[in-house]
């Protein structure tokens, strides 16, 4: 699966970015749909950081403490594309954001995941 990780950039403290995420091929013969999604990201000099991921449902969906109440995690299986939308960015907030998929089932650990993107900066000023 290619992963295209969309939507980074440079963002004031306080202000909100919209993340997207959009799988170009699957491996397993089926489409979008059967994959869960997840967001992690990686500041510099700190391991890698789990902050949101939805199931192939849509319906089963939990966040990492740093994204909790700012941050929200959804999908467009229209649109093969999956979105996190940041809110109250903080200088903190500044890393590179990737997304990742597996079949089915959403977990906080990366290595559970087949496939990932590239990954998008976001750097937030104060």
């Known amino acids: 699966v290619q992963l295209q990780a969309s939507g980074g950039g440079l963002a004031q403290a306080g202000s909100s970015l919209r993340l997207s995420c959009t799988p170009s091929i699957s491996p397993f013969g089926d489409g979008f749909n059967t994959y869960a999604i997840a967001w992690f990201r990686q500041a510099p000099g700190k391991e890698r950081e789990f902050v949101a991921a939805i199931d192939w449902t849509g319906e089963d969906i939990f966040y990492g403490d740093s994204a909790k109440g700012r941050f929200a995690v959804s999908r467009d299986n229209a649109k093969n594309t999956a979105y996190l939308q940041m809110k109250n960015l903080q200088p903190d907030d500044t890393a590179v954001y990737y997304c990742?998929?597996?079949?089915?089932?959403?977990?906080?650990?990366?290595?559970?995941?087949?496939?990932w993107g590239q990954g998008t900066l976001v750097t937030v000023s104060s």
């Open positions: 990742a998929v597996r079949p089915y089932n959403a977990h906080r650990m990366a290595s559970i995941y087949n496939h």
